[in-house]
Nanobody
Framework: QVQLVESGGGSVQAGGSLRLSCAAS????????MGWFRQAPGKEREFVAA????????YYADSVKGRFTISRDNAKNTVYLQMNSLKPEDTAVYYC?????????????????WGQGTQVTVSS
């Protein structure tokens, strides 16, 4: 069982930066791949980024590639999402998720555990 708690969301102007954190409970965090997803009002939840269990592989949605960076610190049981050059269309609730296979996955159905989400609002 893994419990995930996101933090770091907030309001920022376009062009600004935020860093989201996702703290995980449980001794087996380092076995899990981790992903970030987001859901904007009136839209379906979408994939943002994922990182393998070791941190050796990452994958990004085209919409955030070059602006967002996912990383993890297995010693701290934490995964991060550094978001730079934010745009109004990045406004959403951001969720972190854990996948027991340990490999990078883009489909939310592959993930086993989810956090409660953190709001990110980008104003123009």
């Amino acid at each position: 069982q893994v419990q995930l708690v996101e933090s770091g969301g907030g309001s920022v102007q376009a062009g600004g930066s935020l860093r989201l954190s996702c703290a995980a409970s449980g001794r087996t965090f380092s076995n899990y791949a981790m992903g970030w997803f987001r859901q904007a009002p009136g839209k379906e939840r979408e994939f943002v980024a994922a990182i393998s269990w070791s941190g050796g592989r990452t994958y990004y949605a085209d919409s955030v590639k070059g602006r967002f960076t996912i990383s993890r610190d297995n010693a701290k049981n934490t995964v991060y999402l550094q978001m730079n050059s934010l745009k109004p269309e990045d406004t959403a609730v951001y969720y972190c998720a854990a996948d027991r296979t340990g490999w990078v996955m883009v489909s939310e159905s592959e993930y086993d555990y989810w956090g409660q989400g953190t709001q990110v609002t980008v104003s123009s």
